[in-house]
């Protein structure tokens, strides 16, 4: 019979018990738990290795960023087209020069290019024929001067001095060159002051001088036809003079222009509508029945089209004060738009 001792000794060991494996049977009995342990000790260090990886990979993918996708390094930018370019240039063996450069385009083939007769340009510099004061209108027959009038709007041109720019409008009725001069000298001084632009009229042709300092610019003026007409109420009515008589209609691509007999005068929006419908039914003038539907919206006259793919609008027009007065020559300023090279 065995003898159990019912006490423990200093390190917790059982003893007493004669004959059995203590340790074994511990050991034993822990291997399941030791197993739960070992399993998350093993997920543990497999989440480690997973951290270093990712460290790894991302430091590579940053270090490859930095390098080849950074504005800052164009030599190695990979969106910079010049890297992809295998060619140098080099002038007298050196990258740079002061003279010129050069970029091969993707066409280039392999080989050397050599640049010859380098040649250093000519400052830009204007003729003295351009440099002049005046401006020199065409040749007026007496049928044309008798039609400057203020009922046919083309009694009118601005005129910009030195950056003022002022509208000159024509008295009309002239039989002569003479008197077309006179006249046009006389709304000249009043505008920008005695002495500042002399008109003569040479070989029946006018000639507007300046000194050579001043700046002189001469341009059409705009009809007010169109604002007059389709931008502005008219149930008090209008009447039309030649200066807002004139307009253009665009419809699609084709674009034509309409002139409405200046002195008389409507009475509303629903009157003149039915005049500019007839011109715009016009077979030749305008653009034929029934493209255009001219109406009265709210005591304005408005344009519809009658296709709804076609648009249709409209816009003003210039007056003809310099081809009646003979002035509408390609140079409409006594000074260089830009220079010439000589």
């Known amino acids: 019979m065995s003898y159990i001792n019912t006490y423990y000794n200093s390190v917790t060991r059982m003893t007493g018990l004669s004959g059995l494996d203590v340790d074994g049977l511990v050991f034993q009995l822990m291997q399941v738990e030791r197993l739960k342990v070992d399993s998350v ?11 270093e990886q990712y460290r790894e990979i991302t430091s590579a993918l940053q270090s490859f960023s930095n390098e080849y ?3 800052l390094k164009p030599a ?8 992809y370019n295998a060619f140098a240039v080099k002038y007298d063996g050196q990258d740079t020069n002061t003279f010129f450069t050069a970029v091969a385009g993707s066409g280039a083939k392999v080989g050397d290019y050599t640049i010859k007769n380098i040649v250093t340009a000519a400052t830009a510099r204007q003729t003295g024929a351009k440099a002049t004061g005046g401006l ?12 400057i009038s203020s009922s046919a709007g083309n009694n009118v041109f601005a005129v910009e001095f030195n950056g003022v720019k002022k509208n000159i409008v024509l008295s009309g009725g002239f039989t002569s060159i003479g008197e077309l001069g006179a006249d046009m000298q006389n709304k000249l001084d009043e505008a920008f002051g005695s002495g500042k632009i002399t008109v003569d009229t040479e070989g029946d042709r006018l000639t507007l001088n300046t000194s050579n300092t001043n700046t002189l610019k001469i341009s059409n003026t705009m009809n007010e036809g169109y604002n007059a007409i389709f931008n502005s109420d ?8 030649g200066q807002n008589n004139k ?16 002195g008389v005068e409507y009475a509303d929006a629903n009157a003149l509508a039915q005049v500019i419908q007839t011109l715009v039914d016009g077979a030749e003038l305008g653009f034929g029945e029934g493209k255009i539907t001219v109406k009265v919206d709210n005591n304005r006259i408005v344009l519809e ?6 648009t249709v609008s409209a816009s003003a027009v210039e007056n003809k004060g310099l081809e009646a007065t003979g002035l509408d020559v390609a140079n409409r300023s006594n000074k260089l738009d830009r220079c010439q090279h000589l």
Not at 41 to 51: F, G
Not at 234 to 241: A, C, D, F, V, W
Request: hydrophobic fraction near 35%; aromatic fraction near 8%.
């Open 41 to 51: 000790s093993k997920s543990r260090q497999l989440l480690l290795w997973k951290q």
């Open 69 to 71: 996708f950074n504005a």
């Open 76 to 83: 190695t930018d990979m969106r910079n087209s010049s890297i």
């Open 136 to 147: 020199f209108g065409s040749v007026l027959t007496s049928e044309n001067i008798s039609k």
């Open 234 to 241: 008219l149930s008090s009515g209008i009447k039309l003079t």
């Open 247 to 262: 307009f253009r209609i665009t419809l699609g691509s084709e674009q034509k222009e309409f002139e409405l007999t200046p």
């Open 305 to 310: 089209s009658a296709d709804p793919d076609i």
